[in-house]
Every structure is written in C-alpha cells, then in structure tokens.
C-alpha cells in the first residue's frame, strides 16, 4: 500500500477518508524540529543611523532572549554595517525575531541562519603564568591547539587563539592547569556561505 497517497477504509459499512500515515508523521517530525531549540546566527545589515544599536537590543530584551554574542562592523558596502547575533532559541522566535528587526527604521534585511548556514569564528586572549611552566607542556598545547604566542614577560605569557567558539573554550581549560590570570573573547563574526543581499538590496543601498 502507497503511504504516500490518501487511502479509504469501510467503517461499519461506510467509506471513510483516513490522513496518510506517512503525511501525519512528516507533518509531526517538523513541528518538533521547528520547536525544538539550537543555535542561530541572526546577521542584520543596518544604515549607520544613530539609534539603531538601541532598537536592535529593544527586540531582544522584550522578548526575554538570552544573547549567546553580539558584534557588529562596517560590510564590504561602504556605509553599510552588520550585527551578528548569535543565540539558543526555536526556529519559530528566530523567525519572529527576524520580521520584527526588519520593520526596524534603518535597518536593511535580517536573516536567521542555522549553524550549518555560516561560517563563524571568533578570537580569544589568554594570559598565563609563568609559575608551573615546565617540560616545554604548554609550548606543546598551543601547538596542538593552533594558538600562537604575542608577547612573553617575567610573570605572564600572552596567547592568541582564532577559531570556532566552541575551540577557544577548549584551550581555556587546558590552559587552566598553568593559571589564567585573564581571559577574552571578542565575540562571534560570521559569513553566510551564500550571498545573502540580492541584486535588489545591492541596488538600494548605493541609491541611499
């Protein structure tokens, strides 16, 4: 039997239309998928406006969300900046999030992109003692880890990671064992792996 296509059964005698199994299952599968949180990457291209950071937040704080990074920089269009939020929500509030950041004055598009959608980095700062330095250990992590060193001092080494969020919070822990007197992050930056304004938008923008 084709699951696939709407079936009858006789029900005392009646002929009663029943809803594809298959259909009902693929229809309940989404629903859970679209409920279930993960991890979005809101990128927001803005006109450089005054009050347009506030209003951005405003979207946030209403609605309760918990923002994981917040960046912003000027685009490759001069005059033109992008926000990247990254957050831990459904992909019904990241929609909602999305058209409300859109009806923003000064804000161009907005666009909620999976992690699969992106590529992100971010760049982060330790500053280690000098007291357990020893058999050459930590030389050893930040060669494994991809990290390099910036300046060394009497007390302190300073190391520079570049890397997926997910690494820089790695190598803190590693680092740990040898005394992190201070730790940074920069924030996330991302790129969509597809273009992400049209020729239409393009268009727009060098009219403004």
Do not use: C, W
């Amino acid at each position: 039997m084709d699951f696939a296509q709407e079936f009858t059964t006789t029900l005392n005698g009646h002929q009663t239309a029943v809803a594809p199994a298959a259909a009902v299952l693929s229809e309940d599968s989404q629903s859970t998928v679209q409920m279930e949180p993960e991890s979005f990457t809101l990128s927001i291209f803005t006109e450089n406006r005054i009050g347009v950071l506030h209003r951005i937040i405003t979207v946030f704080t209403r609605r309760h969300l918990s923002v994981d990074s917040f960046t912003t920089s000027e685009t490759e269009v001069p005059g033109i900046f992008r926000f990247i939020v990254v957050l831990e929500t459904t992909q019904v509030m990241a929609e909602k999030v999305r058209k409300q950041l859109e009806k923003i004055i000064g804000v161009i598009r907005a666009f909620a992109l999976r992690e699969s959608d992106v590529v992100r980095q971010e760049l982060a700062l330790y500053k280690v003692s000098m007291e357990k330095l020893q058999n050459g250990s930590l030389e050893k992590i930040i060669r494994d880890n991809h990290a390099r060193v910036l300046t060394v001092e009497s007390d302190y080494i300073m190391i520079e990671k570049t890397g997926h969020p997910g690494d820089t919070i790695d190598l803190f822990h590693k680092l740990e064992a040898f005394g992190v007197l201070g730790f940074s992050r920069s924030g996330t930056i991302a790129i969509s792996k597809k273009p992400l304004l049209s020729p239409e938008d393009r268009l727009m923008i060098k009219g403004k």
